[in-house]
């Protein structure tokens, strides 16, 4: 069993931005686990492999409680909140275990449902062409911008009830959120979170007063046999779902354009049999999905993965991005083929935070990627990749620009 005070300690530098992939490939080649070093200069254990990787996040002796992560994570021996707003924020069912977390999905799955995302089709196509029709006359825009961005912008706005004139600010609040932290005073972070509590809780309040046919007006409403969510549980789901709801979205369609446009024989298959695009979608997801690491968890007791033994009370981080190009699960995997069909990929996750928003994420990424191969089919990237640029996230995969040529 490998010693933990001899494992070696990688790092996060600033090239892994732009290529993680060949930061967990060398990582995973010094086995499943690893220790490393954040730019706040903490280190964490990070799981690569991908048997690994499922075993934790279906391992109920990794726990994911918002409050005892936030006080390992400072070193504090109490509970008191570095910083009550981002502890309010993440008081969702991603950051709780059973049976809080059993209790807040059942409430939420009684207002998210399958057969109300099934609905919501007709719509996504309408907000897919409009965009599309908007830049039919250009010869150059930004993909991300003119529509990887605005179509689940849209729908997660019209979805929750959020008007999408106020998009700038809560994209902002959460760009300053999922940001990594380096060296020095972090400044934004906290007003980004206070503004982000303020804004959430108003439009709580307006949906308690005069409630709509929205799914946040729903979820105020949601009753379990007289359990309903608490304001401050209203605030936590709503960021939650409007974070999630579009972040991930906006980058597996920018990533999955991104990786098809560099493989010109692949984009012109789909572009002669969409049918293809659901297969396609589940490649895009596993071999450049739009997470790069699940959300923090912790160990309640000593737990042995990889022949490593990790002590009680470490912060785990399990490198999805890495899980899957694990050539031991996936062949080949750090080469893209669309007509792989990978079972198993852990892109939404696994276990019982599996994302309950998987449904409503595979669907606008079809209707995205096959609108867009229809209309655009001599769509051409308008850069080389050292010329894009990535967010500087360990959380978010996905970029900043990505200009292509319509014809």
């Known amino acids: 069993m490998a010693d933990i005070t001899t494992a070696p300690v990688a790092s996060i530098d600033a090239d892994f931005f732009a290529d993680p992939h060949t930061h967990f490939q060398r990582w995973r080649a010094e086995g499943p686990v690893r220790r490393v070093r954040f730019p706040d200069d903490v280190i964490r254990w990070v799981v690569v492999g991908y048997a690994e990787a499922r075993q934790v996040l279906a391992d109920p002796r990794l726990a994911k409680d918002v409050v005892r992560v936030d006080a390992i994570l400072h070193g504090k021996r109490d509970t008191t909140p570095s910083d009550p707003n981002v502890l309010t924020l993440l008081s969702h069912m991603l950051s709780t275990d059973p049976p809080a977390h059993t209790r807040l999905r059942k409430l939420v799955n009684k207002a998210f449902t399958a ?37 689940p912008v849209t729908v997660i706005c019209e979805l929750l009830g959020v008007p999408y004139a106020d998009r700038a600010d809560f994209q902002a609040w959460t760009r300053a959120l999922v940001t990594v932290v380096g ?17 959430l809780a108003s439009l709580v309040r307006a949906k308690q007063a005069d409630p709509a046919d929205d799914l946040l007006s729903q979820l105020v409403l949601a009753d379990d046999d007289g359990d309903r969510l608490t304001d401050r549980e209203l605030v936590s ?102 007509d792989r069909h990978p079972t198993g990929h852990l892109a939404f996750g696994h276990g019982i935070h599996f994302c309950v928003g998987a449904p409503l994420a595979r669907l606008e990424a079809e209707i995205a990627f096959t609108a867009l191969l229809r209309r655009f089919p001599d769509l051409h990237l308008n850069a080389d990749q050292a010329d894009l640029r990535w967010q500087t996230s360990t959380l978010i995969r996905g970029l900043d620009s990505l200009p292509v040529r319509l014809r």
């Open 183 to 199: 060296e020095g005073e972090d400044t934004e972070r906290p007003a980004a979170s206070a503004a982000m509590v303020g804004y």
């Open 115 to 151: 057969k109300q995302v099934a609905t919501l089709a007709p719509r996504i196509e309408q907000i897919a062409a409009f965009l599309l029709d908007a830049i039919t006359d250009s010869d150059e825009v930004d993909l991300m911008a003119a529509y990887a961005n605005p179509l």
């Open 237 to 338: 789901m709503a960021f939650l779902l409007l974070v999630a709801g579009h972040e991930t979205t906006v980058n597996l369609i920018g990533n999955g354009v991104n990786a098809l446009l560099r493989d010109r024989e692949q984009w012109q298959r789909l572009c002669a049999d969409p049918a293809g695009v659901p297969a396609a979608i589940e490649e895009f997801l596993r071999y450049d999905g739009p997470v790069d690491m699940a959300t923090v968890r912790y160990t309640t007791e000593p737990i042995t993965l990889g022949g490593t033994e990790i002590p009680a009370g470490e912060l785990v981080y399990v490198a999805v991005a890495a899980a899957d190009r694990d050539p031991a699960r996936f062949a080949d995997p750090d080469t893209m083929d669309t």
